[in-house]
């Protein structure tokens, strides 16, 4: 079997009813002829959008078939005993030209039941926000089951939504349960368990280039959605430069930002997981056993298990979203 090293691998492109076009002009990603692309797939094992290594030896290899084949090499052991040849993490980029639809996700008991399927936790770091942007996250008060399926059927549900306004930098983490939507006029990138079930709440009666409505979900979402009311929604956290800042831990990531001016060193040796660095911001190169990795704004780098020690060098400094599995 070939040596591991850092991983880059193709984006796959999602067309979108909401999305625009950031994604080319601010992440300089190019999407072709797609007429809005709102996402795209960075690092995925979702079965049906696998990715596909882009560089080195392993070029053209699917990340299914390298677990299959380097197990615990990859993802390290305690992460391949827990989740076998199913990568853990799906990391996408969303570009919300319009508002996302308010929606929910089950947690990994209700989605094992009813799809064979992890939950869906995920967090969001907010790369670029217009003037005026906002999201929601949560509740604004607390509430039963009966008091919100009230305000759902009186076509009220937005009276009940915690808004947060959005700028850069800003960081929310979404357990499974949280009624959430991205507003319009934000860039994110996102960190969340391999899963892609979403239930629908509501999508603003918007209709797709045929006349049709998205379909919803409002009896699925019943037993998934968390009615608790929480003091705070988004993630505080300290910025600082050239140190790494916690930012979230839960037990499907732990995710750091990395804001440096100058290069840095990274040893992982007492880490038993697999590194993904998402850049922000910047560019820098990832320096291993010899070998060079460039990284700019807009990519995704996976670090295996086996690439335990790393140089972050750079001119110009970088920003960096580093996660993994504790």
Not at 306 to 318: A, K, R
Request: charged content about 25%; some cysteine; aromatic content about 12%.
């Amino acid at each position: 079997m070939s040596a591991l090293y850092p991983l880059k691998f193709k984006t796959i492109y999602k067309d979108k009813i909401w999305g625009g076009n950031k994604i080319k002009t601010y992440l300089h990603k190019d999407f072709g002829s797609l007429p809005n692309c709102g996402e795209t797939w960075e690092i995925s094992g979702v079965k049906s959008d696998v990715s596909v290594v882009e560089n080195g030896e392993l070029a053209g290899e699917s990340l299914a078939g390298l677990l299959e084949q380097y197990k615990g090499e990859l993802v390290g052991e305690k992460v391949y005993a827990h989740f076998g040849n199913i990568f853990p993490l799906l990391i996408k980029f969303i570009d919300a030209n319009e508002d996302l639809s308010i929606q929910v996700h089950p947690d990994d008991e209700l989605a094992k039941k009813r799809h064979n399927s992890f939950g869906k936790t995920e967090m969001w770091y907010v790369i670029e926000a217009d003037p005026g942007s906002t999201l929601i996250a949560g509740f604004n008060k607390e509430l039963t089951q009966q008091e919100y399926l009230d305000k759902f059927n009186s076509g009220h549900l937005t009276d009940i939504l915690n808004k947060e306004d959005v700028k850069a930098g800003d960081v929310f983490f979404l357990p499974a349960g949280r009624v959430h939507t991205i507003g319009k006029g934000l860039l994110i990138a996102e960190i969340q368990q391999t899963s892609d079930i979403t239930y629908r709440i509501y999508d603003f009666d918007r209709v797709d280039d045929k006349g049709n409505k998205r379909e919803l979900h409002t009896e699925e979402a019943l037993a998934a959605i968390d009615y608790k009311h929480y003091p705070e929604y988004k993630t505080q956290y300290e910025p600082k430069k050239d140190e790494t800042v916690h930012l979230v831990s839960c037990p499907y990531f732990t995710t750091n930002l990395l804001d440096f001016t100058t290069g840095t060193t990274k040893d992982y040796n007492n880490l038993d997981s697999f590194v993904i660095y998402v850049c922000v911001e910047g560019e820098f190169t990832v320096k291993t056993n010899g070998e060079e990795y460039p990284v700019k704004m807009g990519d995704c780098i996976l670090l295996p298990k086996t690439v335990s020690n790393v140089q972050l060098e750079t001119t110009t400094g970088f920003k960096i979203l580093e996660s993994y599995i504790e």
